[in-house]
């Protein structure tokens, strides 16, 4: 079967540009997870949805950070006005719904702001 | 609030050797944990999991750790490792109570020398 994919692979900004990145999870998984994972770091939850809805969402900077899942199948996490600290890799995962289940995750969206 | 510790940042092995990842974690409930992997420039992969039961869970690739509610912990071991093991390993856990998502602690980047 074919796995998590994200698009585009790598992004530079500069500073005050915007970027979205794509994720198209596992074909019936019904969660979907974005992390944000700084270098030499370990992935830190920004958002996830059972299907359309946001589950949770409190760690999603909500000035410059929005992400949707439409129709319960596809994502998109936009940032707007890139600061240098938003540089990092933003990994897309998804699952099965229920606690413990195992995440798939992409390759993930490397993003480089200048 | 969960946390997951892991203190060793690197560890340094010839292949062959065995090796030992230590995972701490803090948590008042029943959770998962589970250890995933992340070889440079990769998104992250599944190794294993333990919610209850015996204690020492097996993964793939010679992998296997081992609960102790004792010492909240979840260690990871392997009794040969491979130059291919050269990644970085994420120990994790999600209570089990409201499907939350996954929290990973800071990584252990292992380098195996030939």
């Known amino acids: 079967e074919a796995g998590v994919t994200q698009s585009p692979r790598y992004a530079v900004l500069q500073e005050g540009q915007a970027v979205s990145f794509w994720c198209d999870p596992i074909s019936g998984h019904d969660t979907l997870y974005w992390y944000q994972q700084p270098r030499d770091q370990g992935p830190q939850l920004l958002v996830y949805f059972r299907d359309e809805a946001v589950i949770d969402n409190s760690q999603l900077p909500s000035d410059r950070f929005s992400a949707v899942r439409p129709k319960g199948t596809n994502s998109t996490l936009k940032i707007q006005s890139a600061k240098q600290g938003d540089t990092a890799t933003y990994l897309c995962?998804?699952?099965?719904?229920?606690?413990?289940?195992?995440?798939?995750f992409g390759e993930g969206s490397r993003l480089i702001v200048v | 609030t969960q946390t997951v510790s892991q203190s060793d940042a690197h560890v340094t092995v010839f292949e062959g050797d065995s090796v030992e990842l230590r995972c701490n974690y803090s948590?008042?409930?029943?959770?998962?944990l589970s250890w995933y992997i992340q070889h440079h420039g990769r998104g992250l992969q599944f190794l294993l999991k333990y919610y209850s039961g015996n204690p020492v869970v097996q993964g793939v690739n010679g992998f296997e750790a081992e609960f102790s509610k004792s010492d909240s912990s979840f260690h990871l071991r392997k009794a040969s490792v491979h130059w291919s093991d050269s990644a970085v390993y994420f120990c994790?856990?999600?209570?089990?109570?409201?499907?939350?998502?996954?929290?990973f602690g800071t990584g252990t980047t292992v380098s195996v020398s030939p």
């Open positions: 995962a998804s699952s099965l719904q229920g606690a413990g289940n195992t995440l798939y």
């Open positions: 994790a856990v999600s209570p089990y109570q409201g499907g939350r998502a996954l929290i």
């Open positions: 948590y008042g409930g029943s959770i998962y």
